[in-house]
Structures are given as structure tokens and as C-alpha cells.
């Protein structure tokens, strides 16, 4: 991912996470369950995890595929 383009920390503890879940990135996971991940992990409720994927979204970290939230695979 762009390292110029800055995610809010809440957002990039959530990615953390999500991609954990996931099996790495360039991997999904259904999008109820992404939220529930970060919820439990976070301490979020289900309106704060939805905001973070919101985040990644419009960041381009995260992209959905029907009812499946994907990891943008990155270049390392």
C-alpha cells in the first residue's frame, strides 16, 4: 500500500487485525466477520468497526467483493 497515504490509528490497529484473520493479505473474509474481528479485538462496537473499514476503504486497503471484505495485497 501507498506508505503516503495515512490511515488513523484506530484504522491501522483494525487492518492489523482483519488481515490477521484473514490468512494475510490478498486474502477476505465475510464482511460480518471482518467487523466482529475487530470488535472483539478492539474493544470496538459493531458502528466503530463498520467506521474503520470505511476508512480502510476509501483508503484503498480494503476493497469489497459481494458480501466479502478483501485485503489489498501489498508490494513488499
Do not use: C, W
Amino acid at each position: 500500500m501507498d506508505k503516503g497515504r495515512r490511515i488513523p490509528p484506530f484504522a491501522d490497529d483494525a487492518l492489523s487485525v482483519v488481515t490477521e484473520a484473514a490468512g494475510g493479505t490478498g486474502e477476505e473474509l465475510p464482511n460480518d466477520e471482518a467487523k466482529a474481528v475487530i470488535a472483539d479485538a478492539e474493544g470496538f462496537d459493531e458502528a466503530d468497526a463498520e467506521a474503520a473499514l470505511d476508512v480502510l476503504q476509501s483508503r484503498g486497503y480494503v476493497y469489497y467483493v459481494e458480501e466479502h471484505v478483501r485485503i489489498t495485497p501489498t508490494e513488499d
